[in-house]
Every structure is written in structure tokens, then in C-alpha cells.
């Protein structure tokens, strides 16, 4: 019996440490656009976005700040809906795509007909 009551009194006793009843959760940052620098363990959330073709918000995005860098260095970012990932319009403005002609079309006024307008885009 005496095993018994020790372990009730241990078990009492760890209940009533606060510190052991409660972990704390760690502090969120707030950012329209999080870039990921600062603590890299520290937790920075996106607010909620429109979504698209809705008057609805998506969730709020919660990520470490080494997440959030390297979405920044792929140049991705969290579409609204908070599940997909997208190509960051930043990264498309600042590296725009090279395209040339698919072929080079004709050389005369016959070969004019035949002319393709499309473009390869790499």
C-alpha cells in the first residue's frame, strides 16, 4: 500500500507544478508578407487572404522563419487557400521568362503564309 501512495502523491504532486501542467506556446509574429529573417525557430503568421472566385478568407498560415525563407529563396509563397504553393508574383516580375519563336518563319512572301507566331517559352 505504501508503493501505492507514493506513487498518488508523485502524481498529485507533478499536477500541481505549473510549470509541468502548462507549456507554453511560443510568441507568433504578424506579417502581410512573411520573408523568413529573423529567428529561424520563431513563428511568423500570414493573416487570412481572399480567397479566389469567393468572398470568403482562407486560414491563417503559420510557418517558422526558416520556412518562410525558404519559400522566399524558391521563389514560392502559400496560395489563400493556406494548402498550395504558388509562384511568388515577386519572383516572376524580378525573373522574367526568356522566350524566342517556336521557328523561324519564312523568308518571302510565300513562306509568309506559312509563318508560326508561337513562342517557347524556357
Known amino acids: 500500500m505504501k508503493f501505492k501512495s507514493a506513487i498518488v502523491a508523485m502524481s498529485f504532486a507533478f499536477a500541481q507544478s505549473p510549470a509541468l501542467a502548462q507549456a507554453e506556446a511560443p510568441a507568433k ?20 487572404q481572399k480567397l479566389v472566385s469567393s468572398r470568403m478568407m482562407g486560414p491563417e498560415v503559420c510557418k517558422t522563419n526558416a520556412v518562410w525563407a525558404q519559400y522566399a ?10 494548402i498550395h504553393d504558388v509562384p511568388s508574383e515577386k519572383f516572376r516580375s524580378l525573373n522574367p521568362r526568356v522566350c524566342h519563336p517556336a521557328t523561324m518563319g519564312g523568308g518571302g512572301t510565300g513562306g509568309a503564309f506559312s509563318t508560326n507566331f508561337s513562342q517557347i517559352c524556357d
Open 29 to 48: 509574429t504578424y506579417m502581410a508578407t512573411p520573408d523568413g529573417k529573423g529567428d529561424p525557430n520563431a513563428i511568423t503568421c500570414r493573416p487570412p
Open 73 to 82: 529563396k524558391d521563389g514560392m509563397e502559400v496560395a489563400a487557400d493556406g
